[in-house]
């Protein structure tokens, strides 16, 4: 007898002509295309995390993807457009101060750099029809979820609570993403400054989630292996999306230095941060990071004048190959991820938790 579990799972494939349940997350900063056609070689989902892409590489990004044979992908973006957050010249100096023992010396305005425009980035993304397009941080406006609907793109809305869910599916979500406090990278909350204090682990989040919504559930943060994939699926899943399990694959290509920590990093030794962009995410505890966290060190700025200030120390750092300084992102199972190419990867994981769903 099939497990209901897998019934489940094959409906969401069919929707999404897939051939495993497992999504692979879409990644800002992580964006060569081997690693979504890799996915879309072995039957999973492909992702584009789009937030650093002005829509014209939007565009270009997704063609070059189509053009060697990619299939369904889910793209992503941040929503909505942040307020701009206020300069605060003596606190902006202080962290100057703080960031000068790091890297270079944080240019004049640098905390400045402005964001893509999100509206331009959404017209673009619905003009590529996606089959998904996913969003984190936000909602989409009602607007621009009948556009997608017209459009044949479904939408996947991130979520961290059981509240936003609500939200999302009452918003017009065709999927939720839960994402749980064990995710590597940016949480999704909806309020950024609710991030730390709602960091609710995927075991609670997901099966409530489950029962607050009708529509279909991706759980996402801290699925590492089959173990993972099987245990997020009974828990009431349709799909897994999966980040830092991935990032020691040769396709990710993230720096060296940073892949080689992740094999030796204990769910312990990654820490909630604002101190890369301003706004929540998780990432290997190095030592800028840990300094970062220390009551004598500046409060973080908000996001994205915090990103503009540690642009200068990040690339030193990714060219010095010094991970302790880089924008390491990592979720708490970093320790699960293998150095191996990712096709076998997804074949090898799907095939074992099918095994333990009988
Ligand atoms: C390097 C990195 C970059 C990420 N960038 C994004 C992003 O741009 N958009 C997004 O929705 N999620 C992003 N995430 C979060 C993932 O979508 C996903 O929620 C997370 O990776 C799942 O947890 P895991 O890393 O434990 O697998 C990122 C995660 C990582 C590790």
Do not use: K
Request: aromatic share 6%; glycine share 10%.
């Amino acid at each position: 007898m099939t497990h209901p579990a897998l019934l489940r799972v094959e409906q969401f494939c069919r929707q999404y002509q897939l051939q495993h349940p497992v999504v692979m997350a879409p990644m800002a900063g992580v964006t060569h295309h081997a690693l979504p056609l890799a996915f879309s070689a072995t039957g999973g989902m492909a992702a584009f995390g789009a937030l650093m892409h002005a829509a014209p590489a939007m565009e270009d990004w997704v063609l070059q993807f189509r053009s060697q044979g990619g299939g369904p992908l889910l793209l992503n973006l941040w929503m909505p457009e942040p307020a701009p957050a206020v300069p605060q010249p003596d606190h902006e100096a202080a962290l100057r101060g703080f960031l000068a023992g790091f890297g270079p010396e944080v240019p004049a305005h640098a905390a400045d750099a402005p964001l893509h425009d999100v509206n331009e980035q959404l017209e673009m993304a619905l003009a590529l029809r996606p089959a998904v397009l996913s969003t984190i941080m936000g909602l989409l406006p009602p607007e621009r979820v009948a556009q997608a609907r017209a459009a044949g793109v479904a939408w996947w809305a991130t979520v961290t609570t059981v509240a936003e869910a609500r939200l999302a599916e009452a918003a017009g979500a065709d999927v939720i993403v839960a994402q749980g406090a064990e995710a590597g990278g940016h949480r999704g909350a909806f309020v950024a400054a609710h991030a730390q204090r709602d960091a609710v682990g995927l075991m609670s989040l997901l099966p409530q989630v489950v029962d607050a919504v009708q529509v279909p559930v991706v759980a996402a943060g801290g699925i590492g292996d089959a173990r993972g994939v099987a245990a997020a699926l009974l828990l009431g899943a349709s799909a897994v999306q999966v980040g830092t399990a991935l990032l020691r694959t040769p396709e990710a290509a993230v720096h060296p230095a940073w892949a080689g920590l992740l094999a030796v990093t204990a769910p312990e030794d990654t820490q909630l941060t604002r101190a890369f962009s301003g706004r929540w995410g998780r990432a290997l505890a190095t030592d800028y990071v840990r300094a970062a966290a220390a009551p004598e060190a500046p409060e973080p700025a908000p996001y994205p004048r915090q990103r503009g200030l540690t642009t200068a120390m990040r690339a030193d750092a990714t060219s010095a190959g010094d991970v302790h300084r880089m924008q390491a992102w990592a979720g708490q199972s970093a320790g699960l991820a293998q150095a191996m190419p990712a096709e076998d990867w997804l074949r090898h994981t799907w095939q074992q938790a099918g095994a333990l769903l009988g």
